[in-house]
């Protein structure tokens, strides 16, 4: 089995294992956007803080493998006439990593709030390119901040489900060398949201830079 068919067995494995926070979180986690995130969004799974990070540290690249940019335009104009209404507290953005300021851009509240044409938010999505890391580094050095998060009990499972620590932590270190053995970051597989976070959150978002969005609601 190669490894990224053992990846994607892992996360079946992981898939419905809750997240938890410690309830006395050190001063200097606060703010990290992950433990926000993960405050934000209780009821996600591993296999979202994976997508998380990776977002934040390689942004929406992996798209320009997919297809072609009409087709990456394509798929935004159709999921953007489709949207439903936000979900009650929604902000219109969420910031991913402090160090790349890549955000995700809610669409259904920048269609209720900023208005109906997805075209700007297709011209924020082609600026952020420009300034995706070239490399996997980032994305290495916020997962390794991940385990050290899970060694330290700061971010962590049930403790009903003590039997899981080692799954977990396998998973963790797996995925650990998948990224270091990676030369570029479109040798890391994707993955979708949870089951259970696209059931609860509904998300429904772009990646662009958080300034070049602050510029353009500021002049506009």
């Known amino acids: 089995m190669d490894k990224i068919a053992f990846f994607k067995r892992l996360n079946r494995k992981i898939s419905r294992i809750p ?18 995130h993960i405050q934000r969004y209780p009821e996600l799974r591993w296999r979202d803080i994976y997508k998380f990070l990776m ?24 999921e953007f006439n489709d949207l439903g209404e936000a979900l009650p507290k929604e902000e219109l953005f969420e910031l991913l990593n402090s160090e790349t300021q890549l955000v995700r851009l809610n669409l259904n509240v920048w269609r209720n709030e900023i208005g109906d044409n997805p075209e700007q938010i297709w011209e924020l999505m082609l600026a952020s390119l420009d300034k995706m890391p070239d490399d996997v580094s980032l994305f290495l050095n916020r997962w390794i901040e991940l385990i050290e998060f899970y060694e330290k009990g700061i971010i962590k499972i049930d403790q009903k489900r003590k039997r899981k620590y080692g799954r977990i932590f396998h998973w963790l270190n797996f995925v650990l060398e998948l990224i270091s053995d990676s030369e570029k970051i479109s040798d890391i597989p994707l993955l979708h949201h949870s089951s259970v976070y696209r059931k609860k959150y509904k998300p429904s978002y772009r990646l662009v830079i958080k300034d070049d969005l602050l510029n353009y609601l500021e002049n506009n």
């Open 55 to 78: 977002q934040g540290a390689c942004g929406w690249s992996h798209l320009k493998t997919i297809g072609k940019s009409d087709r990456v335009k394509q798929f935004l104009y159709e």
């Open 19 to 36: 997240v938890y926070l410690s309830q006395e979180l050190p001063e200097g986690v606060l703010e990290k956007p992950l433990i926000l």
